[in-house]
């Protein structure tokens, strides 16, 4: 059975730092991997989506990696703004094609 | 609409009361999906559908959850008896085609509190 797990559970940088959030799947039988934010109140927003065949997306300041191999993917922030505080989740399509989602990693950027 | 939109947003319900629970995807969008959110964790999937045709219902907790698409676009999931551990918030999704790899658009949640 698929099991996503993200770490850290919450982590706070100051402004302008670049910093990567780290996601691991055990199954590497997977379709896509996506990443979402989360604001409270907002719902989910998708931010990127990597097919099992690439090995990164790119959008604005975001990059995101998949090794399929290792069963890792990272997103990769760069020039962090205050406004990229939120919780930030992980997802793997499985072979049933169902989203599996991590706890994700609650971000704070402090000014 | 512009996006997913769900009804109520909030919901207090008494242990062992039904809900029912709203989404409006969005317009044409074919696939619609809930998943189930308990505080601090990662979504859970509950059920899809392609248009009204509820292809995978494997999510469910129990048979107190039911799911219906009659029309193909307004979704409805139902809740009878609810009990405690049904507290959550239920997140609506939709996308535009039938492949379940397309990029999903989320609705803000229905909040369920079960007293």
């Known amino acids: 059975k698929q099991e996503v797990t993200q770490i850290p559970a919450a982590l706070s940088v100051p402004e302008g730092e670049n910093l990567v959030l780290n996601c691991s799947f055990t199954d590497s039988a997977i379709y896509n991997l996506q990443w979402f934010r989360q604001d409270p109140g907002k719902g989910l927003t998708s931010l990127l989506l990597i097919q099992s065949s690439q090995r990164e997306q790119t959008s604005g300041r975001l990059n995101a990696s998949l090794d399929k191999s290792s069963g890792r993917s990272t997103l990769y922030i760069a020039a962090s703004q205050p406004g990229d505080s939120a919780t930030y989740l992980c997802a793997a399509l499985d072979s049933n094609y169902q989203l599996i989602w991590g706890a994700g990693t609650k971000l704070i950027i402090k000014p | 609409g512009a996006g997913v939109s769900q009804s109520p947003r909030y919901k207090v319900a008494k242990r062992g009361q039904d809900v029912a629970l709203r989404c409006d995807p969005i317009?044409?969008?074919?696939?619609l999906f809930w998943y189930q959110q308990a505080l601090g964790q990662g979504p859970e999937f509950l059920t899809y559908f392609q248009n009204e045709a509820q292809l995978d219902k494997s999510g469910l907790p129990s048979d107190r959850f039911f799911a219906e698409r009659p029309e193909g676009s307004v979704s409805t999931l139902k809740i009878q008896r609810t009990q405690q551990e049904d507290s959550a918030v239920y997140l609506c999704?939709?996308?535009?085609?039938?492949?379940?790899?397309?990029?999903?658009?989320f609705g803000p949640g229905t909040r369920l509190l079960v007293l």
């Open positions: 317009s044409g969008h074919v696939s």
């Open positions: 999704a939709s996308s535009q085609g039938p492949s379940r790899a397309e990029t999903q658009y």
